[in-house]
């Protein structure tokens, strides 16, 4: 039977450390700070980060250590990440984080060194342990003592912008193969989830890859601070504007052109909000699979669409009509009329708008004219569909976009809230 007795190393009572740092914590739990000033919280506040900075430098040198000894193995466990995964409250990912970048502090001497007296921070730390790969780390021994001075004097954002940078010229060192074999391995991997949702990764070369992300960034500029939902960070912003690049394409390479045909198979049930059993459960797109209901709701707003409505696997009940589109003459009004996207606070221009049915096509029978077609954005089109808010078209015409959670708003009632008569645009 294996046992150990690395217990018997523990300081012992009051001397324990750790002992002393749970009764502070438990004595912080009880602080009232309702009577406290704004200058006293965020003394207290600073002082519970810088402990709190200590505390996650003191775990990456322990968790170092423990991993140098292979301290893991002993209870049966096939690597760091099991362990800690299984007997602590983290999870893979994080585990995973936590030994690389423990290992790193442990097997570069002036990085470690720096972080235990306070030099630098466990996110200058991190932020060298994320470029790193196993052929950077033959390197980062002959430049750590630069990269160390550098984290001494850079805030952490700045530093993260220098790592990538000591990445990039690594690479360049490291390189072995030409571009022809790197040519070669450029691809785009696409998967779709059961519920329809595409995810994926690509490795493009830098001249591909830099064209596709100003475009994106052109597309979707960063949102102002006072968006109804908050501005998206970045990684939104970007998928946001290849959606819009991708339905401009599909549009016929000009905005408000013809988008394609799409055939949708939904149940009888599913199409009156049931919840119909497994067996006969039907919301599919041909091409894509299985889709949520919002998803055929939104398709329906503009696309050439058919539908095919089923009472169990196989028996068609009704295949709808074919096309509901509004027509360009529609478009056209509608696009006088409104302008640009007439979400509250979001003004984008009408090339990268969708017409949406403000009674839906499909669920309330909606027509599809003038009175009925309102101009969204992609991203405000996908929210209405997905989300509590709606749309009202008011007697006198105009718009009223209401959330259960928010007053309603008169973004849409125009200039000064002065009524838009409907164009009309003879052919």
């Not at 838009?420 to 052919?427: A, E, H």
Request: hydrophobic share 35%; net charge neutral; aromatic share 6%.
């Amino acid at each position: 039977m294996i046992g150990i007795q690395e217990s018997d190393n523990l300081p012992i009572g009051s001397n324990d450390p750790v002992l002393q740092i749970r009764m502070g914590v438990a004595a912080l739990s009880g602080e009232d700070r309702h009577a406290w000033t704004g200058g006293s919280l965020s003394e207290r506040l600073q002082e519970l980060l810088e402990i709190r900075e200590r505390l996650d430098a003191e775990l990456l040198r322990l968790v170092g250590s423990w991993d140098r000894d292979r301290a893991w193995e002993i209870d049966g466990s096939l690597s760091p990440r099991s362990w800690l995964t299984h007997r602590t409250l983290i999870a893979g990912g994080e585990a995973q984080r936590l030994v690389k970048t423990a290992r790193l502090i442990d097997r570069c001497d002036t990085v470690g060194v720096a972080l235990v007296v306070g030099e630098i921070t466990t996110p200058h730390v991190e932020a060298i342990s994320r470029v790193m790969s196993k052929g950077r780390l033959s390197l980062l021994g002959e430049h750590q003592e630069v990269l160390v001075e550098q984290a001494r004097r850079r805030p952490v954002a700045d530093f993260t912008m220098v790592m990538g940078r000591w990445a990039s010229l690594a690479d360049d060192q490291l390189a072995k193969d030409t571009f022809a074999q790197k040519w070669q391995r450029r691809h785009l991997h696409i998967s779709t989830s059961l519920d329809g949702w595409v995810s994926g990764d690509f490795y493009l070369d830098p001249v591909a890859g830099g064209a596709l992300l100003n475009v994106l960034d052109h597309i979707a500029p960063p949102d102002p601070q006072d968006s109804p939902n908050g501005p998206r960070p970045l990684s939104q912003r970007r998928a946001d504007a290849l959606t819009d690049l991708t339905s401009w394409y599909l549009n016929g390479d000009k905005p408000g052109g013809n988008p394609p045909n799409l055939n949708a198979v939904i149940d009888v049930a599913s199409l009156r909000g049931e919840t119909p059993e497994m067996a006969a459960a039907r919301c599919d797109l041909d091409g894509t699979g299985p889709v949520t209901r919002t998803v055929i709701d939104q398709l329906c707003c503009n696309a050439r669409f058919t539908r095919f409505i089923m009472s169990g696997p196989s028996q068609i009940l009704d295949m709808g009509r074919a096309t509901r589109l509004a027509t360009p003459t529609q478009r056209r009004a509608v696009t006088v009329r409104d302008r640009h996207c007439r979400f509250p606070s979001c003004g984008r221009k009408p090339q990268w708008c969708d017409i949406h049915h403000i009674a839906g096509w499909v669920e309330s029978l909606g027509e599809t004219n003038i009175n009925n077609l309102i101009m969204l954005c992609r991203r405000h089109h996908t929210l209405i569909h997905n989300t509590k808010w709606t749309i009202t078209r008011k007697p006198n015409g105009d718009f009223e976009f209401t959330h259960p959670a928010r007053a309603p708003s008169r973004r849409g009632e125009g200039l000064a809230g002065v009524h838009q008569p409907t164009p009309w645009i003879d052919n």
